[in-house]
């Protein structure tokens, strides 16, 4: 069985936002442009433009530290952090020099244990 480390759990919330930004940006893309010739385009437009939002909203509030749950997106939607701006490249990790949580320090190297602790009030 392969080890889940808390990177790996990290990747994976930050995958399933991904899904939406690819589709979302290329129907707001595409049908922005063609709205002027055909008005029916706006609909997919529409359509577009709330799935590529929802895929950056969903980012702040999915991604959690897996051991104290508090919020990392700052982390891969901040520039200074990032590297990558996140409108057209959307983060796939949690910057590589950033090795652990900067609120309870656990190292995302850490393997996970079966079920996450419950979050910090
Ligand atoms: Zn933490």
Redesign the pocket.
């Known amino acids: 069985m392969e080890i889940m480390t808390g990177r790996d759990r990290i990747r994976g919330a930050i995958a399933g936002c991904r899904r939406f930004h690819k589709p979302g940006m290329i129907l707001t893309l595409v049908c922005f442009p063609l709205m002027p010739f055909y008005a029916l385009f706006a609909l997919p437009c529409c359509v577009g433009v709330c799935l590529w939002a929802w895929s950056i909203i969903a980012l702040s509030a999915k991604l959690k530290?897996p051991?104290?749950?508090?919020c990392l997106s700052y982390l891969v939607t901040d520039p200074s952090y990032s590297k990558v701006p996140i409108v057209f490249h959307y983060p796939v990790d949690i910057p590589a020099d950033i090795e652990e949580?900067p609120?309870?320090h656990?190292e995302f190297a850490s393997e996970l244990e079966s079920e996450p602790r419950p979050p910090k009030a």
């Open positions: 530290c051991n104290c749950g508090h949580c609120y309870c656990w």
